[in-house]
């Protein structure tokens, strides 16, 4: 695919090459922020709003000039506890905890 590009692969499922800076930029305009973070609020003591949108990466740590743009948007830090886990472990907790509420 070609930069800026946007393709639907399944009905409601769409793929788009974007910046992360520019994508992070567009869902900070209608979702609150959170990126997870081993020292940041744990999640239960978090209170979300209407539309929130966790932000999730791999096992190599985001720059630190990335998390200072994410703080400039207003995302906040949260944790799921002490251990580092899956992305995919990390989903599944934040929906157990959302579905909680």
């Known amino acids: 695919m070609a930069k800026e590009e946007a393709r639907e692969v399944e009905s409601g499922v769409g793929v788009r090459t974007v910046a992360f800076e520019r994508l992070v930029q567009e869902l900070a ?3 609150q922020l959170f990126v997870m973070d081993p020292k940041g609020t744990p999640i239960r003591e978090q209170p979300f709003q209407d539309n929130p949108c966790f932000l ?3 096992h190599i740590p985001m720059p630190k000039k990335s998390f200072n ?3 400039r948007l207003g995302a906040k ?3 799921l506890g002490s251990k580092m886990l899956f992305a995919s472990q990390c989903v599944v907790l934040i929906h157990h905890e ?3 509420r």
Request: no cysteine; net charge negative.
């Open 29 to 31: 305009a209608g979702h």
């Open 56 to 58: 999730l990466t791999d």
């Open 69 to 71: 743009s994410l703080e």
């Open 77 to 79: 830090k949260l944790t």
């Open 98 to 100: 959302l579905d909680q």
